[in-house]
Each structure stands twice: as C-alpha cells, then as structure tokens.
C-alpha cells in the first residue's frame, strides 16, 4: 500500500467545535494505492477467497476485469486511516467507530487505483454516554474519475478529556 501524498485537515480542540462545520466538508485525505498483495493478504484474513479477488487470470477471462477485484470491505477499512488525516480533535480521549449507515460501493476498485476520502460533517449531537456523535459522510473518490468507489454514512463517538 502507497500513500501518494499528505493530506491536511480541520483541527479542533473539543468535538463540540465541530457545530460550525455540520454541512461542510472536513477534509480531503491523501491518496493511496492498494497493490495486488494487499487484496491477497485481505483475502486470506476475510477468508473472502473468491476468484474474483485472487485469481487475475479467471478474473480477466471469466469476469472481462483487467486483474483481481480489491475486496469491498477492504477499501472500508481505509476510511479510518484517510478519516483520521481529515479531521482531528484535539481533547478526544476515545474514539468509538458506532457503525456505517447507507453504505454503497459504487464503482470497482482494482490493484493500482488511487483512492482518497472526501469527509463531510452530516450531524453532530449527543451520543451516549455522555459522547458527541459525529455523522460523517464519507466519499470514497478514485483519481480516475468517475463514479466514487464507496459513499456513506460513518457514525463516530467521541469522548473529549
């Protein structure tokens, strides 16, 4: 896995100055490229050994793919890594991922493909616990243009100190 190049993003000290950014975009991360070896090691730690993701010739000559599909849930796993160079709270203590909400992989992602996370803040309100939810939108953007590999709705809860 290669990250293209740094991102910045939005700082903040307490999650509760994030209230003047709901409806606005946080961040935008730097863009990375899964290699072939990394959909291999995912396959086998998913147990999501399905042709399509491990055997780029059946892919090509079966599915008409350039070489083995990257695994869905594997370019998931990246929106916390690409989130966490979109935004930072300064005072959070803890970090609890809540779940996703209207999650769409909308275009293919192949061995090689940039990616990069486009985070919007949705909402912010009382989690529980005593924690700040965070809904953000989240646009999985590919460098090639196009359909974006994934969008949704990432619910996070934080803790400030």
Request: with cysteine; charged share 25%; glycine share 10%.
């Amino acid at each position: 896995m290669k990250i293209a190049e740094p991102a910045t993003g939005l700082v903040v000290d307490r999650a509760a100055d994030l209230a003047p950014y709901v409806g606005a975009e946080l961040g935008t991360s730097g863009w990375i490229a899964l290699e072939e070896a990394d959909v291999l090691a995912f396959a086998e730690l998913s147990r999501d050994r399905h042709w399509v993701h491990t055997d780029p010739d059946r892919a090509r000559s079966e599915a008409g793919l350039p070489g083995v599909l990257v695994h869905g849930f594997l370019a998931l796993a990246l929106v916390t890594e690409l989130g966490n160079q979109c935004y930072t709270v300064r005072a959070a203590r803890r970090w609890t991922n809540y779940g996703m909400e209207r999650l769409r992989f909308t275009a293919p992602v192949f061995p090689g493909d940039e990616l990069r996370l486009r985070l919007t803040l949705d909402a912010l309100g009382p989690g529980p616990g005593g924690t700040a939810r965070l809904d953000l939108g989240c646009t999985l953007e590919r460098r090639r243009g196009g359909r974006p590999a994934l969008v949704a709705t990432w619910i996070v809860l934080v803790e400030d100190s």
